[in-house]
Nanobody
Framework: QVQLVESGGGLVQAGGSLRLSCAAS????????MGWFRQAPGKEREFVSA????????AYADSVKGRFTISRDNAKNTEYLQMNSLKPEDTAVYYC????????????????WGQGTEVTVST
């Protein structure tokens, strides 16, 4: 099992930037894929981005491609999500998740979840 703690959320104006972090503890961080999902009020949790165990392959939802960048530092057991050019529709609770070595785009691909960090983008 992996324990995950997100940080870095907050209130930002449209066009601004935030960097989310996810600190992991438990089994070896470099052995599993990491993902970011988000859930807006009244909506289902949706895929944002994922990165495989080595960091050499990433994936993004079309809605964030070109604006968000996922990365990981296996030495620090931490995953990041750099979010630029934020839009009001990016407002949501953002969750990090840990899965098998190659991850995926579905909630069911990930076994361990953080508690979430709230991101609010104002107009």
């Amino acid at each position: 099992q992996v324990q995950l703690v997100e940080s870095g959320g907050g209130l930002v104006q449209a066009g601004g930037s935030l960097r989310l972090s996810c600190a992991a503890s438990g089994r070896s961080f470099s052995s599993y894929a990491m993902g970011w999902f988000r859930q807006a009020p009244g909506k289902e949790r949706e895929f944002v981005s994922a990165i495989i165990w080595s960091g050499r392959r990433t994936a993004y939802a079309d809605s964030v491609k070109g604006r968000f960048t996922i990365s990981r530092d296996n030495a620090k057991n931490t995953e990041y999500l750099q979010m630029n050019s934020l839009k009001p529709e990016d407002t949501a609770v953002y969750y990090c998740a840990a899965g098998d070595a190659y991850g995926g785009r579905s909630v069911s691909d990930y076994a361990d979840w953080g508690q979430g960090t709230e991101v609010t983008v104002s107009t």
